[in-house]
């Protein structure tokens, strides 16, 4: 039996809900996948805020509050919001990602560990037990199963998305070889990829030299490739459609004045009152 997780029982938790409520996780993540038409990194910073206002308004057993960009600056872990549970009262704190589907950052590895101890094997290829066994036990492996990260997978073709949680401790046991990558894909820097006894990919350490930026080092997996590695909290893909009227309301609220902000906080809050009461909850 898996040892008892806070982020597990969240996901466990946040998935029966939508099981029972799915109108309103796919409101929910159309108005923010809507945001992309506003810019291509917009729906990432709101998400931040909008999933605890998700989790405050229909988790009644949970609370959460958004970090903040400066004290996230200020923290050794890659957290964008705060969740506490109202009957344990474990606080969990949990990294907000908003991918198009296909390759998932996991983590930033933002002390630069994971590549250099890879690079320090002198090997292409490592596919003894007993050495990846001492890779992936070494400090700077040890925080792959405490990650907490909460995926919003988006396929903007097909306006389907999902929420999908990468099972971190049944990769971590399933890897059965590590080899070096140093070409195709215009790849620039090397990277280690994890496969299983098949020979089937799982995740991909990038490089973590001074030279590379955020997105070309730390921790990898993909949501295409890698995806019987996943479980989805929406219960499979679910549609999505843009909500026009939310980037009005958005270029509106912009030029309206404080007063004019708080009619229209009244309104909505008074909408999400009704939708609650809507789905009986």
């Known amino acids: 039996m898996a040892e008892y997780s806070p982020y597990r029982e969240f996901?466990?938790?946040?998935?029966?809900?939508?099981?029972?409520?799915?109108?309103?996780?796919?409101?929910?993540?159309?108005?923010?996948?809507?945001m992309r038409l506003i810019g291509n990194k917009t729906h990432g910073d709101l998400a931040e805020i909008a999933i605890p206002e998700f989790i405050n308004q229909y988790m009644y057993d949970f609370t959460s509050t958004h970090v903040g960009k400066d004290r996230f600056r200020a923290k050794k872990r890659e957290e964008d919001i705060s969740v506490v549970n109202q009957i344990t009262k474990?606080?969990?704190?949990?990294s907000i990602k908003a991918y198009s589907v296909g390759p998932l950052q996991l983590s930033t590895d933002k002390e630069a560990r994971?590549?250099?101890?890879?690079?320090?094997?002198?090997?292409?290829?490592?596919?003894?037990?007993?050495?990846?066994?001492a890779i992936l036990e070494s400090p700077?492996?040890?925080?792959?199963?405490?990650m907490?990260?909460?995926?919003?997978i988006?396929?903007?073709?097909?306006?389907?998305?999902?929420?999908?949680?990468?099972?971190?401790?049944?990769?971590?046991?399933?890897?059965?070889?590590?080899?070096?990558v140093t070409g195709g894909y215009g790849?620039?820097?090397?990277?280690?990829?994890?496969r299983n006894e098949n020979y089937e990919y799982i995740c991909e350490v990038r490089y973590g030299g001074t030279t590379a930026?955020?997105?070309?080092?730390?921790?990898?997996?993909?949501?295409?490739?890698?995806?019987?590695?996943?479980?989805?909290?929406?219960?499979?893909?679910?549609?999505y459609s843009h909500n026009m009227i939310l980037v009005r309301l958005f270029s509106h609220a912009l030029v309206a004045s404080k007063r004019g902000h708080d009619r229209a906080l009244q309104v909505v809050k008074d909408d999400i009152a009704e939708m609650i009461e809507g789905e009986r909850l």
């Open 187 to 194: 790849r620039k820097h090397p990277i280690y990829e994890f």
């Open 140 to 146: 700077a492996f040890s925080e792959i199963e405490q």
């Open 148 to 152: 907490n990260v909460l995926p919003l």
């Open 154 to 180: 988006y396929d903007e073709k097909k306006n389907i998305c999902n929420i999908l949680i990468f099972d971190a401790e049944q990769a971590k046991q399933d890897v059965a070889a590590i080899r070096k």
């Open 114 to 133: 994971m590549f250099p101890l890879l690079e320090s094997q002198r090997v292409s290829e490592i596919n003894t037990s007993d050495r990846i066994r």
């Open 213 to 239: 930026n955020a997105l070309q080092r730390g921790l990898w997996t993909n949501t295409r490739n890698a995806i019987q590695y996943f479980d989805s909290i929406t219960g499979g893909w679910i549609d």
């Open 11 to 34: 996901t466990k938790r946040l998935k029966l809900l939508i099981s029972k409520h799915p109108n309103l996780i796919a409101t929910t993540l159309s108005n923010i996948f809507t």
């Open 90 to 94: 474990d606080e969990v704190l949990i």
